[in-house]
Each structure stands twice: as C-alpha cells, then as structure tokens.
C-alpha cells in the first residue's frame, strides 16, 4: 500500500500520541498508560501489540519527536481531514492512494457546476 509522506506521517504519529494530552488527561504523553509510546521508547520491552519497527525506522528519536510536540497548523489540518474522511498528504501519495483504489478521493471544486444554476433542473 502507499505511505504517505515524512511530514503527515510524523504529525500524525505525534498527533495519536499526544492526544490524551490534548484531551487533559495526562499532563504528559508518557503518563497515559495505555500508550503505543512505551513501547516505542522501549521496544525491547515491547508492550505485546506494538509493531515498533515501522515508526522506528522512520523516527528513531521518537522521544524528541513527541517531546517537540504538535504542529498546531498540521495537527488541525490532519484533525479537519477525519471529519471529511478523505485522506492527507503529498501529491503523489494521494495519487497513489487513487490509483490503488481505482477511483477519485481529492475532495472536487465547492459549489455548483459550471454551468448550472440554481434554477436548473
């Protein structure tokens, strides 16, 4: 399947880990215990469901990662992009993602189509 891209990927990941956070139930990502951090942190240790690999070859400092916290402008983006449920990122990722699933996901011009008004039938 298509990855999307660094920058998404990345916001993303610190956007799931600092949501308890944000949510105030943790003043710290690392409190909320049912969290794929620990075993991020200590893969060694592992947490029984965490596949670590993946995140950890892309980000291995995973701490700083999350310890430099949100992009809010990103985080916002990404969070506006669930509601609609169409999916985020660069260009060509989104183009793969449609190739894959043999049909358009980029969200279509607002408003009426040329041509039409309001009056049309």
Request: glycine fraction near 10%; avoid cysteine; charged fraction near 25%.
């Amino acid at each position: 399947g298509a990855m999307p891209d660094e920058g998404h990927l990345g916001a993303a990941l610190r956007s799931v880990v600092l949501s308890p956070v944000r949510a105030r139930l943790v003043d710290q990502a690392a409190d909320w215990r049912w969290s794929s951090l620990h075993a991020l942190i200590r893969p060694e240790a592992g947490d029984g469901l965490t596949t670590t690999a993946p995140v950890l070859s892309r980000y291995p400092e995973i701490a700083g990662l999350v310890a430099a916290g949100e992009d809010d402008a990103l985080s916002r983006t990404l969070r506006r992009a669930e509601t609609i449920g169409r999916p985020l990122g660069a260009t060509d990722f989104l183009a793969r993602l449609e190739a894959e699933a043999g049909r358009v996901l980029k969200p279509g011009k607002r408003g009426r189509k040329a041509g039409m008004s309001a009056l049309s039938p």
